[in-house]
């Protein structure tokens, strides 16, 4: 058995002949040997990898890719950390371990929660299920390991001092295809490869082609390709920026069907390994402007806020709104951004802020009006 790592499968399901022994049966009969640790590992993944940890279908190639890595790394660490065991051996003492030695790393929060995800489904391939706990028992502090969905910093370009509209420009005199991408994301809040995989002649379409009740547009950008979980969106073509973004982009897609694509990268993962290339040359990063491509996602959440409320977001600065008001602009900055729940919108907008009630309002305004209705004090009194 080959110790390489094996590459993604198909993500169509394989037909297995049920007459022949499964994996774990045939795994079953090799005795433990940490020195065929890759081997046993390679087996689990080329059985398991390929499905869904809760429904009877198949992941994605992304997600099978992430799990695959992330195994990998993570049975190399614990031979760092001084455990060689086989797969099957892993034990909740060894999980601790890697936890430890994740939040000493400084990993976040939410890459250690992924992380455990991913050896949750390990631990339902080696017979093991419920292997995983709760991220809190593998540390003293359970903070270092709770994930908030509620950003606490403004990620949008122009609020990290970046001009949206002239470095969006600067990209496209480099690379044409790579300006309009930023273009078309900034315009709808979409992510890489959304934008990456959107048909620009065919994604247009009417309002009444959408069954939304009460459209607020006459045409609107369908999405379903690229999205999470391919779920199906409508975004309003609403302003001049959105359809001069869409123009410059059905010019870059040469047929009906095409996407905003550069011909010499076919392609998904090399038009998206060329688009970060080009991102990393005009500095379009974490480390270098304080900025990634993502930020026009976060952008367009806090300017369609503003748009819907007609006051600034709170991790722009905003105070406290008519609840009603709040909730109803949360809501369809989460549908437009493809999320289903209006809470989505809090990791992007900030978190609701609370009005004082009626009775407070009146005593603060009472007790501001008090000093002006005191007599003023004669210079014999202050004298």
């Known amino acids: 058995m080959s110790s390489a790592r094996p590459t993604v499968h198909s993500r169509a399901r394989r037909i297995r002949d049920r ?5 774990v049966s045939r795994l079953g009969s090799l005795p433990l040997n940490p020195r065929n640790w890759r081997a046993v590992l390679n087996a689990l993944l080329r059985e398991f990898n390929h499905r869904h940890t809760l429904l009877d279908k198949d992941v994605s190639y992304k997600t099978q890719e992430e799990r695959q890595n992330c195994l990998f790394r993570f049975f190399e660490e614990l031979r760092g950390l001084g455990y060689k065991l086989d797969p099957r051996s892993l034990g909740n003492k060894h999980i601790k371990a890697a936890v430890r ?7 976040s929060a939410a890459t250690i929660q992924t992380q455990l995800s991913f050896l ?32 606490t910093k403004d990620k949008s370009w122009s609020t990290n001092d970046v001009d949206v509209t002239a470095l969006i420009t600067e990209v496209m005199a480099y690379d044409i295809y790579a300006g309009v991408l930023l273009w078309v ?4 809040g979409l992510r890489v490869k959304e934008v990456l995989m959107v048909q620009p002649h065919i994604a247009i379409v009417p309002a009444s082609a959408t069954g939304i009740a009460h459209p607020i547009a006459e045409y609107y950008l369908w999405l379903k390709r690229g999205t999470k979980g391919k779920r199906q969106r409508y975004i309003p073509i609403d302003n001049d920026f959105k359809w001069a973004a869409l123009a410059q982009a059905k010019k870059l ?24 290339r080009v991102m990393k040359r005009f500095g379009i990063t974490k480390k270098e402007r304080g900025v990634t491509p993502h930020g026009l996602r976060h952008e367009y959440a806090n300017d369609r ?12 600065g905003g105070e406290a709104i008519d609840p009603a008001v709040d909730t109803d602009a949360r809501l369809k900055v989460a549908q437009e951004l493809g999320h289903g729940r209006c809470a989505a919108s809090g990791a992007y907008v900030g978190r609701v802020l609370s009005l004082k009630s009626k009775s407070e309002t009146k005593e603060v305004a009472l007790a501001e009006d008090i000093p002006a209705a005191l007599p003023k004090p004669s210079m014999e009194d202050i004298s």
């Open 19 to 23: 007459s022949k022994p499964s994996i």
């Open 101 to 107: 030695a994740w939040v000493e790393r400084g990993l």
């Open 120 to 151: 949750s489904a390990f631990g339902d391939w080696i017979g093991k299920p419920g292997l995983v706990l709760n991220p809190e028992f593998y540390v003293d502090d359970p903070s270092l390991v709770k994930r908030t969905y509620v950003g």
């Open 185 to 188: 994301m900034a315009a709808f």
């Open 253 to 276: 897609a040469p047929t009906e069907e095409a996407h905003i694509g550069n011909p010499n990268y076919p392609t998904l993962k090399s038009a998206k390994e060329r688009f970060y």
């Open 305 to 316: 806020y503003e748009e819907f409320t007609g006051a600034k977001a709170p991790l722009r």
